[in-house]
């Protein structure tokens, strides 16, 4: 089994900096890091940050500048993660990291981070 464990999220002013988080543990060969989702009430979720399969790495319009992802894989663990400066009010939400294995096609989400950008 994977585990996914997802940190980081809180509560920041407009300009303000966070950093999400998010670690698979367990049975993790052939996982991968696919990227980092945003949920708002009323819309579906949608890719802020993530790697293609050249390794490269895409962010949404509405992030780029601001967000940065990065990943490190270990023997015992994947980790991502998702620095986010200058959080304007409509970077709100909750955030998924996002895991797969292709072999066999496994989908491994994190619980779920609240960020939320308030003055």
């Known amino acids: 089994q994977v585990q996914l464990v997802e940190s980081g999220g809180g509560l920041v002013q407009p300009g303000g900096s966070l950093r999400l988080s998010c670690e698979a543990s367990g049975d993790i060969a052939g996982v991968n890091v696919v990227g980092w989702y945003r949920q708002v009430p009323g819309k579906q979720r949608e890719l802020v940050a993530g790697y293609l399969d050249t390794g490269e790495s895409n962010y949404a319009d509405s992030v780029k500048g601001r967000f940065t992802i990065s990943r490190d894989t270990g023997d015992n663990a994947i980790t991502s993660h998702l620095q986010m400066d200058s959080l304007l009010f409509e970077d709100t939400g909750i955030y998924y990291c996002?895991?797969?294995?292709?072999?066999?096609?496994?989908?491994?989400w994190g619980q779920g981070s609240q960020v939320t950008v308030s003055s």
């Open positions: 996002y895991f797969q294995r292709r072999e066999p096609l496994r989908d491994y």
